[in-house]
């Protein structure tokens, strides 16, 4: 099996278990976004926003992302493999875009880690945890935060920072950018500043592997 396929077997797996979620673009905001650019850069990635792959990478996958959303969990291994697929050619950014009862301390939750440079090994632990805290009508969030000192978080500092203006202007100016480029749902995909034509990992894929071919074409 070729890396390719067991990225799309991957997703095609974790999307069908949460597609009764709804959770994703389909129809005419599927359309209405097909091929869009972003002009301004800005909206994309700020200063504050976490990232994986080399900042110089020529193929920049931004995901608007709401931790306690079950198909940003699913995608999440799911973006790894691709990027795993174009080596220090594509990086990851992640905006916040917490839509969910008991997202927005999780997001402050996941900004103090940050701020700790800790935020990978602690995304992905609450990622990990998620069935157990983010039951929509009923996050327990204490499990969260459970997660997260496992992940090797200072819970007595990061709950002291949680509610610091810097990381409340954090939380506004991504809530800001994500209405601005139309991230309505979770996750919204943008690769080189374009929308997907489509939700889909295989949309994804194409749309990631169409950036790292013209970017390749521009340095021949």
Known sequence: MTRRTLVILTAVIAVSVFAAAGMWFTGKDADKKAGATVADASLLVRPHSPSFGPRSAPVTIVEFFD???????????????????????VRLVVRYTPLHQGSDEVVRLLETAR???KFEPVLEAILEAQPQWASHNA????????????????????????????????????????????????????????HLPSFGAQQLYDLVESEVRAARALKS
């Open 67 to 89: 931790p306690a959303c079950e198909t940003c969990r699913a995608f999440y291994p799911v973006v790894k493999r691709i990027m795993g697929e174009f080596p220090g050619q």
């Open 115 to 117: 701020l700790q440079r």
């Open 139 to 194: 996050p327990r969030l204490d499990k969260a935060w459970e997660a997260a000192a496992a992940a090797g978080l200072d819970v007595t500092r990061a709950r002291t920072a949680l509610m610091t203006p810097e990381v409340t202007a954090v939380l506004e100016q991504d809530r800001s950018d994500s209405v601005a480029v139309g991230a309505q749902k979770t996750p919204t995909f943008l690769v080189n500043g374009k």
